[in-house]
């Protein structure tokens, strides 16, 4: 089992970036592919990116795709990070992080076993 905790979130003007990570406990972070997950008010949770077990494998969503970037550090940190680059007011939501502890799609929210609380991105214009 692994614990995640969310942070990094917060307010920012559109055009602007923030970093998010995601802080696993345990031992077993390194052998979890992880995804990023975001919910608007009002609105589904949908998929953001996932990264392999390696960090050689990445998938983004299209509506952040060249925007944000996916990384892991499962050597010192046990952290997952999402930097978030030309922010815009549709990016604002709660950002989950999330780990998949079974094979199935990376992009269903279903398919993923352990979940952060969640972390607030709000972009002003």
């Known amino acids: 089992q692994v614990q995640l905790v969310e942070s990094g979130g917060g307010l920012v003007q559109a055009g602007g970036s923030l970093r998010l990570s995601c802080a696993a406990s345990g031992r077993t972070f390194s052998s979890y592919p992880m995804g990023w997950f975001r919910q608007a008010p009002g609105k589904e949770r949908t998929f953001v990116g996932y990264?392999?077990?390696?960090?050689?494998?990445?998938?983004y969503a299209d509506s952040v795709r060249g925007r944000f970037t996916i990384s892991r550090d499962n050597d010192v940190k046990n952290t997952m990070y999402l930097q978030m680059n030309s922010l815009k007011p549709e990016d604002t939501a709660v950002y989950y992080c999330?780990?998949?502890?079974?094979?199935?799609?990376?992009?269903?929210?279903?398919?993923?076993?352990?979940w952060g609380q969640g972390t607030q991105v709000t972009v002003s214009l």
């Open positions: 990264i392999s077990v390696s960090g050689a494998i990445t998938y």
């Open positions: 999330a780990a998949q502890a079974r094979v199935g799609s990376y992009f269903e929210g279903g398919s993923y076993d352990y």
